[in-house]
Structure formats: C-alpha cells, structure tokens
T-cell receptor
C-alpha cells in the first residue's frame, strides 16, 4: 500500500459545480496536510495548509482533515474553467520533513 | 506570500554536459530546501533534502555523485546534474521550507531539462 493514495482522474465537471477531491493515507505520523494546484509545465502552487484535524476555508476552497479515518478532502465551490489543473495532496510529519505527495487528480471544468 | 524562484526555467543541453539549477527563497530564510523530479503525468518524486551548511540527504536510488547539491546560504540551493544523459530529461522542482513561520513548503516554478 502506498503511503498516500489519490485518484488520478481525470475528473470533468461543468462550470459552477462543487468539486470534491480526496486522498487517503496510511502513516498516522503525518501532521501537516496540504493541497497544491499545478498547471501544466508549472511548479505546484500552495492552495491550502492544515495542521492536524479539522476544517479550513479560504474563499471557494475548503480543506478537511479526518485523522481518525486518515482521509483528507478539498472542496471547490462554484468551480471555474480557470480551476482546471492537477490537484496534488501532500503531507508531512513535521514542517521540515519532505512532503509525500499523492499522484494528483487532473480536473477539467467545462464552461 | 513566500516566493521561491528557480533559474533557468528551461535548459537544453548536449549529452555529457553538466547543468546547474539554482533555487532561491526570495523573501524568507530557508534552512531546508528540497529537490524533486517530475516526469510527464507523474507526481513529484523527492530526490534529496538540502540543509544549509551540511551535506544533502539523498533518497534511495538517487546518485549523489550525479546530482550534486549545494546549500551555501539560507536563501540559495543549487542542483548540478553532472554528465547529463537523455534519461535525465525531466522537470526539476525545488521547494523551500519557511522555518520561521508555518513550516509550509513553497515551490519554485520548476526547471525543464532536455538532454539531447
């Protein structure tokens, strides 16, 4: 079993839809959870950062962490074509340890 | 937000030459930087962890004599691909950990290396 599992998609949704992206993980030592957005041929851009369990909201984005289930989610409300990208979940044990990434989910929002 | 730059953004070189890639944290100090490699449609794979003033820690399977890493200051780490071969062609991305804040890792824009 890989440390972090993420469905690679692709996921295609109409503009305005709510998008749900998820990752599961196996290592209970992970404390820091992040979502990155990566456009083609670009470096990952940090979207959301969560420490331990709980929810965090930033504009149209909501990140949820359920450590008891080892499950994290990213919700995108009112999705836009500009949200079309690959979304990578990542996690680490401490802030200065390497991130372990999911494979990334490719999202297309159709106008 | 924290900004990490990489230079060059794209490089094409002949087989057998060496290529140096720079990673800079522009507005924060980074005691730790990470180097990743990403092949098309794949996720990021960690190559090495670079700590300022000490030797880098390489992941299993990554040749430290081929991928030389230097972290000479709190804002600069370099990756040198020595004697590059076509199979080294990839997207190389660095990240820097903001050790003074939330310990979040910020990524550079990446360097696309093509070895002919």
């Amino acid at each position: 079993q890989k440390e972090v599992e993420q469905d690679p998609g692709p996921l295609s949704v109409p503009e305005g839809a709510i998008v749900s992206l998820n990752c599961t993980y196996s290592n209970s030592a992970f404390q820091y959870f992040m979502w990155y957005r990566q456009y083609s041929r670009k470096g990952p851009e940090l979207l959301m950062y969560t420490y331990s369990s709980g929810n965090k909201e930033d504009g149209r984005f909501t990140a949820q962490v359920d450590k008891s289930s080892k499950y994290i989610s990213l919700f995108i409300r009112d999705s836009q074509p500009s949200d079309s990208a690959t979304y990578l979940c990542a996690m680490s044990k401490t802030g200065n340890t390497p991130l372990v990434f999911g494979k990334g989910t490719r999202l297309s929002v159709i106008a | 937000g924290a900004v990490v730059s990489q230079h060059p953004s794209r490089v094409i070189c002949k087989s057998g030459t060496s290529v140096k890639i720079e990673c800079r944290s522009l507005d924060f100090q980074a005691t730790t930087m990470f180097w990743y490699r990403q092949f098309p449609k794949q996720s990021l794979m960690l190559m090495a962890t670079s700590n300022e003033g000490s030797k880098a820690t390489y992941e299993q399977g990554v040749e430290k004599d081929k991928f030389l890493i230097n972290h000479a200051s709190l804002t600069l780490s370099t990756l040198t691909v020595t004697s590059a071969h076509p199979e080294d062609s990839s997207f190389y991305i660095c990240s820097a950990s903001d050790s003074t804040g939330t310990d979040t890792q910020y990524f550079g824009p990446g360097t696309r290396l093509t070895v002919l």
